[in-house]
Nanobody
Framework: QVHLAESGGGSVQSGGSLTLSCVAS??????????MAWFRQVPGKEREGVAG??????IYADFVQGRFTISQDTAKNTVNLQMNNLQPEDTAAYYC???????????????????????WGQGTQVTVSS
């Protein structure tokens, strides 16, 4: 059974940095048959993708604009999100997620929508003040 646990959230001022960590059990984060990603959600809005790995390649939401870096630590079996130059609009609960790589015909892909991901951590809050 896959279990994900996030840590590293907190409160920072605008321009500050945080590193989120997601420890996985029941799966190997570097397993190319799994998609790994970070999502975020604010009250009243849908959960949105922030960054992830698809077939070993990092991908980022447009709003990241080079400020965040996703990485894997295979020794600790973690997926980390380094966030720099944080802004108040980055305030949200951040969630780690995992999902089996999907296949349609000969094409493999990671689900784009959060509701198609089935393994989630409990979330960690990031608050950025101006």
């Amino acid at each position: 059974q896959v279990h994900l646990a996030e840590s590293g959230g907190g409160s920072v001022q605008s321009g500050g940095s945080l590193t989120l960590s997601c420890v996985a059990s029941g799966m190997i984060v570097s397993n190319s048959n799994y998609c790994m990603a970070w999502f975020r959600q604010v009250p009243g809005k849908e959960r949105e993708g922030v960054a992830g790995f698809e077939k070993g390649r990092p991908i980022y939401a447009d709003f990241v604009q080079g400020r965040f870096t996703i990485s894997q630590d295979t020794a600790k079996n973690t997926v980390n999100l380094q966030m720099n130059n944080l802004q108040p609009e980055d305030t949200a609960a951040y969630y780690c997620a995992a999902e089996e790589l999907r296949k349609r015909g000969s094409v493999t892909y990671c689900p784009a929508d959060s509701y198609n991901w089935h393994h989630w951590g409990q979330g960690t809050q990031v608050t950025v003040s101006s």
